[in-house]
């Protein structure tokens, strides 16, 4: 009898910790992810395309790649979530000559609303860290 519970604790304790360990080695979260699921989708819609790291278009890349906005320094960050405001609110993006061609991709007011929401809580949110 004792000897059955003392292997069912053994299993038990075993199972805890490997669950711990796969937990730890799973990568974490990156908060690209934690974007919420409106703005992420205006972004893949209407900017991704030309803002990312395997762009063909080396000017949008280089001011600005969202795979990489979660590895910049805070600075970095509330800089590039200042230019994205800046850009929407002044409709340079996504920019003109693409939007005529790729009218779907335009920004509507409401989109335009969420994205500078979206990129004002977070700068704010930086801003007030600590870190
Ligand atoms: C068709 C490609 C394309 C799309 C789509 C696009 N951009 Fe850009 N973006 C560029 C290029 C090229 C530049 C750099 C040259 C320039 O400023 O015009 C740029 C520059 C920027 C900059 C830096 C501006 C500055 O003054 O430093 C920001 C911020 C930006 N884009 C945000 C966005 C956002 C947000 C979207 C979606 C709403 C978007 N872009 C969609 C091509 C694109």
Redesign the pocket.
Known sequence: MRRKKIISVAIALFLIVSTAVIAANKPAKTKANKMPDNVHAI?KK??F???NTNSQ?E??KE??DFNKLEGLSKMQKIG?YK??I???EENE???EK?VQKHAD?K?TAAEKKT?IDWAKKEANALMKAKK
Do not use: E, R, Y
């Open positions: 972004i209407s900017c395309g030309c803002h278009n000017d949008a001011d600005l590039a230019d994205i800046d850009v929407v993006m996504p920019p693409f991709k920004l994205l």
